[in-house]
């Protein structure tokens, strides 16, 4: 005889899966990183190497979601880097340009002046 009296305690449903929400953020954070805030690239990709830790610590596999951001936070980061050569170079041309030119002006006022001595 199974009735459930009403004085019987509530049944309890079981638990549910372990959700992690970090691979979203994970994930959220590569695709900014690539699209607007290079930074946050390598944001996500630590925030990955920190949850695959986790993962391997627990034995489970990594969510695909982080590892995609993961990949977008390196080609963001590479992005910077390339960005960050790219300003460098341009400075120094422009800082060879003037140097050049600072040069050539003083050249040409000294030759100037030597010629109007002479002549």
């Known amino acids: 005889m199974t009735d459930i009296s009403p004085f019987s305690p509530p049944q ?52 695909q979601l982080a590892v995609i951001g993961k990949i977008l936070g390196m080609v963001g980061v590479g992005l910077f880097a390339v960005m960050v050569l790219g300003f460098g170079l341009m400075m120094l041309m422009y800082l060879l340009f003037f140097v050049l030119w600072f040069v050539f002006a003083i050249l040409t006022l000294a030759l100037g002046a030597a010629g109007a001595a002479v002549g």
């Open 12 to 63: 309890q449903k079981p638990a549910p899966p372990y959700q992690d929400s970090r691979p979203i953020a994970i994930l959220v954070l590569g695709a900014l990183g690539l699209a607007m805030c290079q930074v946050l690239g390598g944001v996500a990709w630590y925030l990955a190497v920190q949850y695959e830790r986790d993962c391997r610590d627990r034995g489970v596999k990594p969510d």
